[in-house]
């Protein structure tokens, strides 16, 4: 019950979402540091679109952006959750981000001068992607060398000052906010929390608070005040494990399908062990999550792909039911990202 209940959740039972948007608006943050799995995310929670879709929400309709939030890794959210979620998610994220800068070799003057070069180019310039900011960066002497040009996009994106927006091509180009977003309002923190908690379980409910503190990073008794706020929205279940009260029964368990690396699935709780057993090594090793099929609400095998075909690892011997529908889902894999 509790597999189907979430796959529900996801989107990966039941009615699938209209477009890119309502998935976003569903999951609220999608781990997006493989953009071919975000855009594969929406794949698996969709039926007919192409990425090219996504690319549209991002470009033209400016109804997508990309940024580092939550757990201090990017993620795909909605252009309007975008100014809560970054003034809840990532403050905790400066003292690290800070201890990295200097152990690239970026002191805070130079780190400040990278900042204020960013800011000043993207305003002269518009968007400008990642090899375009390390040019103007390198023409001033601040450090980008190894990681340190990810660090300074990342103080900059902390700050509030710049996203991931438009597609220059195959490249996703950085913008500023007050450019691209316009001046964000004022977040009321508490109203945030609220807000938080009840979005989270839209898309990963049952969940518990433990759960949500891992998944959006934020601590604990911040998780439970959000928690608090929405008590008379709320279903308990004797497993302790809390849900939006009133929401749609689970569907039933869907059809077997491929999803891509870093899927939300892999990242929405404390624990995943529920979606992939014993097998986390395989699934997941060095903080590279691997693309997976999924069977009967379980990982069956990780899958890869080789000269345009998908490549299946199976996990064991597969229903032949289930092989001939992760090819038919294959097919629509090639075809998403050509379109």
């Not at 959006?216 to 308990?236: K, N, Q």
């Not at 999803?259 to 529920?274: K, V």
């Not at 014993?278 to 990982?299: E, H, K, Q, Y």
């Amino acid at each position: 019950m509790l597999t189907a209940e979430r796959l529900t959740a996801q989107l990966l039972a039941g009615p699938p979402a209209a477009d890119p948007v309502a998935v976003a608006g569903r999951l609220l943050a999608i781990q997006a540091q493989d953009a071919r799995g975000a855009r594969l995310a929406v794949r698996s929670r969709t039926t007919g679109l192409g990425a090219s879709d996504v690319d549209r929400a991002l470009t033209q309709d400016r109804t997508l952006v990309v940024t580092w939030l939550n757990r201090g890794t990017l993620h795909l959210v909605r252009a309007e959750d975008y100014p809560w979620l970054q003034a809840l998610t990532t403050p905790q994220l400066a003292t690290g981000n800070r201890r990295r800068l200097g152990q690239e070799g970026v002191s805070e003057a130079a780190a400040a001068q990278g900042v204020a070069v960013i800011e000043r180019a993207l305003a002269d310039e518009g968007p400008l992607t990642r090899h375009e900011l390390r040019d103007r960066l390198d023409a001033v002497g601040v450090p980008t060398a190894r990681q340190a040009l990810v660090h300074l996009l990342m103080l900059a994106s902390l700050r509030g000052l710049i996203v991931r927006g438009p597609m220059k091509g195959a490249t996703q180009a950085f913008v500023l906010v007050r450019d691209w977003l316009g001046e964000p309002e004022p977040v009321d923190r508490d109203a945030a929390l609220a807000d938080l908690a009840r979005r989270y379980l839209a898309g990963h409910g049952p969940a518990s608070d433990r759960d949500l503190a891992a998944w959006a990073g934020v601590r604990l008794g911040d998780a439970r005040a959000g928690l608090a706020a929405i008590a008379g929205e709320l279903s308990a279940g004797e497993d302790g494990l809390m849900d939006l009260a009133g929401r749609e029964p689970a569907a039933p368990l869907p059809p077997p399908r491929l999803l891509g690396p870093f899927d939300p699935l892999l990242h929405g709780w404390a624990s995943r062990e529920w979606v992939v057993g014993d097998r986390p090594g395989v699934v997941t090793s060095n903080g590279v999550f691997r693309p997976i099929a999924l069977a009967g609400g379980r990982a069956v095998a990780t899958w890869r792909l080789d000269a345009g075909r998908v490549r299946l690892s199976a996990f064991g011997r597969l229903a032949r039911s289930d092989a001939a529908a992760l090819e038919r889902d294959a097919q629509d894999v090639t075809r998403f990202l050509a379109a």
